[in-house]
């Protein structure tokens, strides 16, 4: 018996770390499938697994089964590293759904739980710029959030906007460019937008020409071998 629960640990094991690689590659339908397999050998699922399963949920649009799952675990008094992690994927969806009052009580517990989350001083930061169009609290935010995590490819992105919107140009071009280098397949339009906006042209041609470059990467085929 002990060591049939230790093969259903190891499964356990081994399937969370295959869930969490499909998911953060977006691939969620392949995650749920492993999900439900490691629920149906463990009969139970712990707050690790009910965490991947609510980021599947999200990703699928099935906010609202991700939202109730994600806010079981927040209120789970035994999960609290799972309960922390439940607070910030609901603060990024309640963003994302513009309940920012809600996002606002997320990020706050969470910051609070853990004064060094960057994660949760960046969501801070958001709820600033968004909610209260307080420009220079989101940069104080993000600032200290990228020094918590420097290499956080979606911190330097938000680091980046803000610093534009504080006149900061050059200091959020490296910010972008910093996002980009960790993270080659993060998306360019949105960064291209922002340099359109304030009328830099030049940097809005590297971004197509990054681009065109990407483009043509993927579009290559390998030959086709004619022979028969």
């Not at 691939?27 to 690790?48: D, M």
């Not at 680091?159 to 080659?184: C, M, T, W």
Request: proline share 2%; hydrophobic share 45%; glycine share 6%.
């Amino acid at each position: 018996m002990n060591l049939l629960l230790l093969f259903l640990l190891l499964l356990s094991s081994c399937f969370s770390l295959t869930v969490e690689e499909y998911l953060d590659k977006g691939e969620a339908e392949a995650a749920l499938k492993l999900i439900n397999v490691a629920i149906q050998h463990q009969g139970n699922s712990s707050s690790a697994m009910q965490i991947n399963l609510g980021r599947a949920f999200v990703q699928l649009g099935r906010t609202t089964e991700g939202e109730r799952v994600l806010h079981q675990v927040h209120l789970d008094p035994d999960s609290v590293t799972a309960g922390r992690d439940a607070r910030l994927l609901l603060g990024k969806l309640y963003m994302q759904s513009q309940h920012i009052d809600r996002a606002d009580a997320m990020f706050t517990a969470a910051l609070q739980e853990d004064p060094h989350n960057a994660a949760a001083m960046a969501g801070l930061g958001k709820v600033l710029l968004v909610r209260d169009s307080d420009v220079d609290g989101a940069r104080v935010h993000m600032v200290k959030a990228h020094q918590l995590n420097p290499n956080d490819e979606m911190i330097l992105f938000e680091l980046g906007r803000v610093l534009f919107y504080s006149d900061q140009h050059e200091e959020g071009k490296a910010a972008f460019d910093r996002a980009a280098e960790i993270n080659p397949s993060l998306d360019l339009s949105i960064i291209g937008r922002v340099y359109l906006h304030y009328q830099h042209q030049d940097w809005v041609e590297v971004v197509l020409d990054e681009y065109y470059l990407r483009a043509t990467q993927e579009s290559a085929v390998s030959p086709v071998d004619s022979t028969t």
